[in-house]
């Protein structure tokens, strides 16, 4: 399978070849070669991006608008490939955000970001993560300070805190709507792990000023270089 990011809208209605489908999602054109297509990694992410391409740029950001907008493009996406293959994107995302993105030190950084984070807002945070693509995900895996890096995450932060909504529901759900419109039938369960446990690492209070020690960037664009006094109310519950 290749997907690729069409410069010009594809022809209506959808063509239909030897060589494969093409679906019109947007301006977003999916290839489905002949034979056995195999989901692994690296489609995954090639999905996730060519979806989320015409939403999003690294300096304007990705708010509930681009991120309902992604959703809609990547379930259009997904639907078009056989069934096995929503169940195995599905699989890739449920590890990413389950098993690699579940950590006390990403939770940390969510709550700095959103000026508070629940359970909940942490799982949306996690989707809202893989839908800024490869790069910055498993950047933020191994450090999860580096989102501070992101232009639009540093401009909100210095500029505007309550603007930045680091949170997108609606990827959880691209899966099973996508295989919903393929099969007409509910996508299956029981290729999800879900949690294994809680979050990997050491606990820690995330109003307590070891965050300036673990996260010191994104501290520092929270509440300025070396400040330690005045909490932002939180929109979220603590953890």
């Known amino acids: 399978m290749s997907v690729k990011w069409a410069g010009r809208r594809a022809p209506q209605p959808l063509e239909l070849s030897a060589q494969g489908v093409m679906l019109a999602a947007n301006r977003l054109v ?3 070669s002949r034979g056995r297509v195999r989901m692994d990694r ?20 990705y708010g509930p ?10 379930t259009q996406a997904l639907a078009e ?18 098993r690699e993105a579940y950590s006390w030190d990403l939770w940390g950084a969510a709550y700095l970001l959103n000026g508070g984070c629940s359970d909940d807002c942490f799982v949306y945070f996690r989707y ?33 805190p309550g ?18 419109q393929a099969t007409r039938n509910e996508l299956p369960t029981a290729h999800l792990a879900g949690p294994s446990g809680g979050p990997a690492g050491n606990a820690w209070d995330f109003e307590d000023h070891q965050g300036e ?27």
């Open 128 to 160: 809202w993560l893989v839908g800024q693509g490869r790069l910055v995900f498993e950047t933020a895996v191994r450090d999860p300070d580096s989102l501070a890096e992101l232009p639009f995450v540093a401009e909100a932060l210095t500029r505007s």
């Open 30 to 32: 999916v290839v489905v």
């Open 65 to 74: 608008a681009e991120c309902e907008a992604h959703a809609v493009a990547l």
């Open 163 to 180: 603007a930045l909504d680091p949170e997108c529901e609606e990827l959880m759900y691209a899966a099973r709507q996508a295989y919903d």
């Open 81 to 98: 490939l056989p069934a096995e293959e929503i169940i195995a994107f599905d699989r890739i995302l449920d590890q990413l955000v389950w």
């Open 213 to 239: 020690r673990r996260l010191p960037r994104l501290w520092a664009l929270r509440y300025g270089p070396g400040s330690r006094s005045g909490w932002p109310r939180p929109r979220h519950s603590d953890p």
């Open 42 to 61: 690296d489609r995954f992410w090639a999905l996730v991006k060519a979806s989320r391409q015409p939403y999003w740029d690294r300096f304007s950001g």
